[in-house]
């Protein structure tokens, strides 16, 4: 849970200010008096009574009320985060991020480090797989090396498989340790900002010259490693069904969409209101790919802040949805929501869904359908605010 996109709240806050951050209801409580910290605190042991309360049935699958089984895994950052992963009852690593290790201050990492890294995850998760995601930053972000650079819009320049392309040192690095890992479990290799077929090509082209190397070298790996994209550029959107007849899976980075779909900075608090999950292009965008996905039969997941956001769960099954990676502390909630839904029900919703012309009215009446759903569950509303 976190707070973002506050354009005002600095202007109140000063130096030795109490405040109460609720990051369930996307709200900062500044200077609460004696009641309001008693409210919380109250809040604050309601929110885990629940959270205990639903974690007992987190292992069991998630499976709808007409028997569509959804298959719920986590996104993490650490390894420290894949211990949790099976506690709360996730079915393997939807989304390794693996960023961390190269914004580190002591340089890029080995491929040793790497490697080490990548095997203890695969092998905590076995018999699951782990889908790791190929370095997704821009080079202003990498600590050292010879990618440091300085752009003025790092969004849209030198960044994902762009970077990873150019600094092909690099990239073998981080090839070579994802393909040794992949000889001690199930590995996906997805990569990052594909914007179309040619990118794609190249990182496959070098993938493949990375498996010859390692043949040559007598080092094990599994020659039929999965091999996906993160859809999130709006070209991927639409050349999807040409992209399918060259991947194993599609996943739907939300986020990235969002924000290049919609032309929104959502890191920035004065355009941060028009970052809207709920906008009819990106409800079709989504639609566009699971569909494409469907006709080529390549499987298709959904990750970013949508799949773990319960008023857009309905939503993103009657979109067809049947993969959702989550972070790990919110799978055993939106387990429990899947439970509670009809995919039936849900493709009708979306019928009505897709007429609507407006992020509000999507909003609305998505907050109207799921919210005596959420009620039944007796999850309270402030733990599963969309805000």
Known sequence: PAVVGLETVTKYVEDGDLLIVDGTAGEVVINP??????????????????EDLIAKSSHAPAVTKDGQRITVRANIEFLEEVSAVKKYGGEGIGL?????????????PSEDELFLDYKQAVELVTPDFVSIRTLDLGGEKLTSGSASLNEANPALGLRGI?????????????????????AFGKVRIIFPMISGVQELMDAKAFLKSIMEELNDEGLGYDPHVDVGIMVEVPSAVTMAEVLAGHVDFFSIGTNDLIQYALAIDRVNEHVAYMYQ????????MIHTVVEA????????????????DPFCIG????????????????????KELVRSISVDEARRDLQKVMKLHTAMEVREYLMERMGPIIENLEIRESILSPA
């Open 293 to 308: 996905g469907t006709r080529c039969g390549v499987p298709v997941s959904l990750c970013g802040e949508m799949a773990s």
């Open 96 to 108: 390794y991020r693996t960023e961390f290790l190269y914004m580190r201050s002591r340089g890029l």
């Open 162 to 182: 762009r970077l990873c392309l150019k600094e092909r040192d690099m990239f073998r690095t981080q090839l070579r340790a994802i393909l040794r890992a992949s």
């Open 277 to 284: 999950p709920f906008h009819p292009a990106i409800i079709r």
């Open 33 to 50: 008096d004696d009641s309001d910290i008693i409210k919380y605190q109250e809040r604050e042991v309601l929110y885990q009574e629940k």
């Open 315 to 334: 939503l993103l099954l009657g979109l067809g949805i049947c993969e959702l990676s989550i972070n790990v502390r919110a799978i055993p909630v939106i």
